[in-house]
C-alpha cells in the first residue's frame, strides 16, 4: 500500500512539473553513456527516470540523484525481463515520458569472443535479447506513456557497426547482427499505426567510438572520444532529428550511417 502511494505522489509530482519540465526516460543509465545521458538531461532541467538492472542502487546513480534531487528517479530494470517491464509501466501509468533513451546494451564479447567457428550461440541470443528485444518491448509497454506527452520521442542508441553497407571485414557477429537488427525494428516500429497516428518520433542515434568500459578491450588502441561530447552530440541530433518517418540513423555528429 505504500509503494502505491508513493507511486500516486510521484505520478501527481510529474504530471504537475510537466508545464515546466520534459520527462526522459534512460535504461542502462547507471554507467557511461547512459549515466551521462541522464546527467545531461537533468542538468537542462529534464525530469529523469534513470532505470538500472543491479540488486542495489549503482553508487554513480546515487550520487546523480543527490546532485539534482527533485529531477532524477531512479528506477531498477531488466531490459530482459519482460513482466517487469510491464510492472513499470502500470506504475507509471499516467505520466507522460517525452523521450525514451534506448541505451541499454552489451557487446557479448570482444573479437577475440565472437569468433567464426567458435561462437557461442546463448551468448548471441542473449545479445540479442538485450539489444533488440528489450527496446521493442519497452517501447510497446510505454507507448501510451509517450503518447500522452508534448515531445512523443523514443530513441534508440545504436553503432555503425550496424551498417550492412559498411561491412568490409568480419567481425563481431553479435553485436552487429543486433545493431543491424534493432535498426530494422525501430524503421519498422515507426510505420506503425499506433505510432503514426499519434505523431510519436523514432529514432537513431550513434556515439561513435567512446571512452567508457564497453569499449575497454580497445583503449588505448584506438582514438576514443569523450562521453560528454559524444552525448552533448547525440543530443543535438535528438533534438534536429526529422520528423518525415524516414528513421535515418545519424552518428553524434550529424554524419549519416548508410543503411
Do not use: C
Amino acid at each position: 500500500m505504500n509503494r502505491l502511494i508513493g507511486y500516486a505522489g510521484l505520478i501527481f509530482l510529474v504530471i504537475g512539473s510537466m508545464a515546466e519540465a520534459a520527462t526522459v526516460m534512460v535504461t542502462g543509465a547507471n554507467r557511461g553513456i547512459g549515466l551521462e545521458f541522464a546527467r545531461q538531461y537533468a542538468d537542462k532541467g529534464w525530469m529523469v527516470f534513470a532505470t538500472h538492472r543491479r540488486t542495489n542502487i549503482p553508487e554513480s546513480l546515487a550520487s546523480l540523484k543527490a546532485q539534482y534531487p527533485d529531477l532524477v528517479r531512479i528506477e531498477t530494470l531488466d531490459v530482459k525481463d519482460h513482466t517487469g517491464i510491464d510492472a513499470l509501466a502500470k506504475n507509471l501509468e499516467g505520466v507522460p515520458i517525452d523521450l525514451i533513451v534506448h541505451n541499454a546494451g552489451i557487446s557479448g564479447g570482444g573479437s577475440a569472443i565472437q569468433q567464426f567457428g567458435k561462437l557461442d550461440y546463448s551468448t548471441f541470443q542473449g545479445v540479442m535479447d538485450i539489444n533488440v528485444a528489450g527496446p521493442l518491448k519497452i517501447s510497446e509497454a510505454f507507448l501510451d506513456h509517450v503518447a500522452a506527452s508534448e515531445s512523443k520521442m523514443i530513441f534508440t542508441v545504436t553503432s555503425s557497426q550496424g551498417s550492412i553497407g559498411s561491412v568490409n571485414r568480419p567481425g563481431l557477429f553479435y553485436y552487429r547482427a543486433s545493431k543491424s537488427a534493432v535498426n530494422m525494428v525501430m524503421r519498422n516500429l515507426a510505420q506503425h499505426p499506433k505510432v503514426t497516428e499519434n505523431a510519436i518520433l523514432i529514432g537513431l542515434v550513434a556515439p561513435g567510438a567512446t571512452d567508457t568500459d564497453f569499449m575497454a578491450e580497445v583503449r588505448g588502441r584506438m582514438p576514443l572520444g569523450d562521453p560528454k561530447e559524444r552525448v552533448a552530440g547525440m543530443i543535438r541530433q535528438i533534438e534536429n532529428y526529422p520528423r518525415d518517418g524516414s528513421t535515418p540513423s545519424f552518428e553524434w555528429d550529424g554524419e549519416e550511417i548508410p543503411w
